[in-house]
């Protein structure tokens, strides 16, 4: 079982948590890796499940459980689908974070007396795992999901290391993580690799339409277009807010090498302060597609020409790191990227 729900940081903020998903629209490979080792009886006891957020891993986890949990109820599909009846008592249970052989490791979410935590803290995982030191409630399987490995400090990460390596029977350990490759390597060892792509065009339009969103087809098609197949990114990217930063940022970087300083440094300032913190992600994430999107268009002019391109944003990743562990004011780092890709520009046509 896992903790209380309440303002759940693990969920997009006005759509239903993924745990609630009666259907998983792609990745087909991913669940055909799980049935094939259940029907083969050699389901492997840790998968990394890895990704970009927003594409589905978590859907895609929660299904697992769904299907793992409910098969004294429902015998396993034939196919390379999972299939989950939603009206069963293990999903419903599951949906509701109520079933006694599920732990769920996560941020714990905001109290009235603590703000919601940064980080998977030890205490939050040996407490949940102790789930793992009685029998199963119906002598089936245990489902142990980790959303996300990112957000694991080290003796938490350590904790959970401990149960993988001398796993229970009949355990089942699904650990998401948005950047598989900063797991702590003890942990990847231990584990079946599983990387979930983004999702297709097809696939995104499909999950938005089940969503129901207030937004034209045009707008949908738009935000599809700048999600890189994230359905979390495409509907942050159909809010008018971001919508509009999102616009601001590609039309001053179209411009470059020429660089509009007064729209810059309002630009800055609009990035500045804690609660800006998810603008100055979506500003960042324009720059890099941006950037991605410069380099490919580029490939055939040489390594010699798009190296200056590719400097800067190594150089940029740095910055922000630097930034946010000191805590930094994020003007001059806004500033400094315009500067640096107006250099790097020129420098490149100029090669």
């Not at 030890?122 to 980790?146: H, K, M, N, Q």
């Not at 729209?263 to 609660?275: F, I, K, P, Y």
Request: charged share 25%.
């Amino acid at each position: 079982m896992s903790e209380d729900a309440g303002d759940e940081p693990d969920r997009l903020a006005g759509f239903a948590h993924p745990r609630e998903a009666v259907r998983l629209v792609g990745h087909h490979e991913a669940q055909s890796a799980i049935l094939d080792g259940l029907r083969q009886g050699k389901l492997h006891h840790a998968w990394l499940i890895g990704g970009p957020e927003g594409i589905g891993k978590a859907t895609f986890a929660y299904m697992v459980a769904k299907q793992l949990l409910g098969l004294k109820d429902s015998p396993t599909p034939g196919g390379d689908r999972l299939a989950v009846d939603p009206a069963r008592q293990a999903s419903r249970l599951v949906s509701n974070l109520a079933h006694p052989d599920l732990v769920v490791l996560r941020r714990q979410p905001a109290s009235d007396k603590k703000a919601a935590a940064t980080m998977i803290a030890v205490e939050t995982v040996r407490r949940a795992l102790d789930v793992f030191a009685s029998t199963p409630a119906d002598g089936g399987w245990r489902v142990c999901i980790v959303d996300s490995a990112d957000d694991l400090n080290a003796a938490a990460a350590n904790a959970l290391l401990k149960v993988l390596e001398e796993p229970p029977a009949r355990a089942v350990f699904l650990i998401l993580a948005h950047q598989p490759g900063r797991v702590l390597a003890t942990i990847r060892s231990r584990c079946r690799k599983l990387a979930l792509r983004p999702l297709a065009d097809a696939e995104m339009e499909t999950v938005l339409d089940a969503l129901s969103l207030e937004a034209d087809k045009a707008a949908i098609a738009q935000a599809i277009a700048l999600a890189d197949g994230s359905v979390r990114r495409a509907i942050s990217r159909l809010e008018p807010e971001t919508a509009a930063l999102i616009g601001g940022t590609r039309s001053l970087l179209a411009r470059l090498p020429d660089m509009d300083v007064t729209s810059v440094l309002a630009m800055s300032d609009q990035l500045a302060g804690r609660a800006a913190e998810a603008d100055f992600a979506v500003f960042l994430e324009t720059v890099e597609d941006w950037v991605r999107q410069a380099l490919h268009a580029n490939l055939a002019a040489g390594a010699h020409r798009l190296a200056p391109l590719a400097e800067v944003w190594d150089k940029t990743a740095r910055a922000v790191r630097e930034t946010d562990t000191l805590n930094l004011d994020r003007r001059p780092l806004v500033l400094s990227i315009f500067q640096d890709l107006s250099e790097a520009v020129s420098r490149m046509r100029a090669a």
